[in-house]
């Protein structure tokens, strides 16, 4: 189930953006970035929320320095090691 979501922004975001239809994309990338950063959803919804494919989302989000894996060192070495 989804539901829609309207938000007042400010014109001045749309002053560094090349239209309105940017700020939109961009403000649903940013919730979406947010919700998965905190835990609430999966990479696929968040994907979803934006309107984009989950590659290229979690790309997107690495991009914005927004850790798309909770490996810590010990999880990695494992994940990498031969065998």
């Given at each position: 189930?989804?539901?829609?979501l309207e938000i007042e922004f400010p014109v001045t975001l749309t002053l ?68």
């Open positions: 189930m989804t539901s829609l560094h953006a090349k239209s309105r239809a940017d700020v939109e994309q961009r403000s649903r990338f940013l919730l979406a970035v947010k919700y998965f950063e905190l835990g609430e959803v999966s990479s696929g919804q968040a994907a979803k929320m934006c309107g984009m494919g989950r590659v290229a989302f979690l790309a997107e989000c690495s991009r914005s320095g927004v850790p798309v894996s909770e490996l810590d060192g010990d999880d990695l070495e494992r994940e990498f090691a031969d065998g």
